[in-house]
T-cell receptor, first 115, second 113 residues
Framework: DTGVSQNPRHKITKRGQNVTFRCDPISEHNRLYWYRQTLGQGPEFLTYFQNEAQLEKSRLLSDRFSAERPKGSFSTLEIQRTEQGDSAMYLC?????????????FGPGTRLTVT | AQRVTQPEKLLSVFKGAPVELKCNYSYSGSPELFWYVQYSRQRLQLLLRHISRESIKGFTADLNKGETSFHLKKPFAQEEDSAMYYCALSGGYGSSNTGKLIFGQGTTLQVKP
């Protein structure tokens, strides 16, 4: 296990198209987070899964965004009818319940460009 | 409101000079504070956390609850310290907390030879 992986690493799409990103967390980690990072800003929380349950969604996550984590393993983030404002780096992170500390391990991110 | 503020976008120092990256936070409760670092072309990774009170790569950070600050310090900067540094807080885990991180805007540390 080499850590959190994300695919694709880069995605260019036209406005109005749908896109889907995948995150594979560290295998034993049951907590999974999605963040979005725009240029010059720190990552912003989007949503959180504990196992397969989506327990928190940010108000940043509009109706065009949906995330799933079937069977509590990998997760997907789908954006429908993309807009130019969706252009950003989408980061996934995972952590293990029961850890004494709250360290999250981040993936390399998926950079989305909406033209 | 939960917020993390890093007032400096860029901090440029010479090798061997002391470094202090500032971080202030706003949170109702007892948050956990972290510093994350992103080196060029690498992923975001944890540098240190306040509860462990340890020194990592010569960096230390002390939580000052009175001033709501968690500044990152290093007495002698090295060129390999050049990176983007993010201060972050978490409300922890519990019935109403999910461990999500709230990040500051980040400070680019540039260490010149």
């Amino acid at each position: 296990d080499t850590g959190v992986s994300q695919n694709p690493r880069h995605k260019i799409t036209k406005r109005g198209q749908n896109v889907t990103f995948r995150c594979d967390p560290i295998s034993e980690h049951n907590r999974l987070y999605w963040y979005r990072q725009t240029l010059g800003q720190g990552p912003e929380f989007l949503t959180y899964f504990q196992n397969e349950a989506q327990l928190e969604k940010s108000r940043l996550l509009s109706d065009r965004f949906s995330a799933e984590r079937p069977k509590g393993s990998f997760s997907t983030l789908e954006i429908q009818r993309t807009e130019q404002g969706d252009s950003a780096m989408y980061l996934c992170a995972s952590s293990l319940e029961g850890q004494r500390t709250y360290e999250q391990y981040f993936g390399p991110g998926t950079r989305l460009t909406v033209t | 409101a939960q917020r993390v503020t890093q007032p400096e976008k860029l901090l440029s120092v010479f090798k061997g000079a002391p470094v202090e990256l500032k971080c202030n936070y706003s949170y109702s409760g007892s948050p956990e504070l972290f510093w994350y670092v992103q080196y060029s072309r690498q992923r975001l990774q944890l540098l240190l956390r306040h509860i462990s009170r340890e020194s990592i790569k010569g960096f230390t950070a002390d939580l000052n609850k009175g001033e709501t600050s968690f500044h990152l310090k290093k007495p002698f900067a090295q060129e390999e310290d050049s990176a983007m540094y993010y201060c972050a807080l978490s409300g922890g885990y519990g019935s109403s907390n999910t461990g999500k991180l709230i990040f500051g805007q980040g400070t680019t540390l540039q260490v010149k030879p």
